[in-house]
């Protein structure tokens, strides 16, 4: 099994190549870490993973990595949790412990500032970041990004292909991601209007895939087989990656997907996945 590093990738092309398995962590790795630290990155990176990092602007005008609009649910704060975190100042938001709430052995983290990550970019190499921006200035953020020459180890991800393009005119060297979720219909639609665009704009897509109703048995998804097919012969036409996120998982839907020919995969339990996949490869020493 081949892990390969994110500057190799980048320097190569994105379409996948061979049996080379990708992974982003989401948020970091939501249910193994909390999310949006620079132990979430960390933590990440040190799996050969890439963090998901979700940014907003506080009210002094600082780019943080927080996914919620306020610090209700990620922190400790004991004041000012409804308050929107565009009204708070960044001193007012580092008052509080964003590692406490998940495991007492976080104590101490707190809500990172984006240039924090981009710093330990600069020493970390070869890591990368996906970037879900939530509400930035473009401008602030293109020239923080040039500030630390890491544009070509970021990956923008947004639900809307216009957004994408934009990013992408913004920051030179900049990969984009579209993410599609929903009900399968409706990811199949955007997908398809996407594939019909060439996927102007796009180095990704990433699929959301929702696992059906069954209850103690194994994971199987809402997503057709088929149409899994049909977007990788897209995608891979158009030497675009395919990336699916699938929340929900066992080793055995995971191996379903590898064998499939999914590469690209996005996870809210990074730890777990690789694990998976490790058990896959063992038992296909000719693939992995």
Partial sequence: MRWICCVALLAGGWAATGEEIRFQAHRGGLKEVPE?????????????????????????????????DTLKRTTNAE???????????????????????????YAGEKVPALEEVLQEMVERKEACIYLDLKNVDLKQLAALIGRYDVASR???????IESCQTMRAAVPGLRTMLWIGGKVNEIQQKFRQAAE??????????????????????????MEEAFLREALEKTATAKVDLEVLPFEFDCSSIAGLLDLGVRWFATDEPGRFKSCVQTWSDKNPSKG
Avoid: M
Wanted: charged share 25%; glycine share 6%.
């Fill in 36 to 68: 949006n630290t620079l132990a979430a990155y960390r933590y990440a990176w040190n799996l050969g993973a890439i963090p998901e990092v979700d940014i907003c602007s506080t009210a002094d005008k600082v780019i943080i990595c927080l996914h919620d």
């Fill in 79 to 105: 004041a000012n949790v409804d308050t929107p975190v565009a009204k708070l100042t960044f001193e007012e938001i580092r008052r509080w412990d964003a590692g406490i709430w998940f495991d007492p052995k």
């Fill in 154 to 160: 970021v990956i923008f991800c947004h639900n809307k």
């Fill in 197 to 222: 665009g060439g996927f102007e704009g796009l180095d990704q897509v990433q699929l959301h895939l929702e696992a059906g109703p069954e209850k103690n048995s194994d994971v199987r998804y809402l």
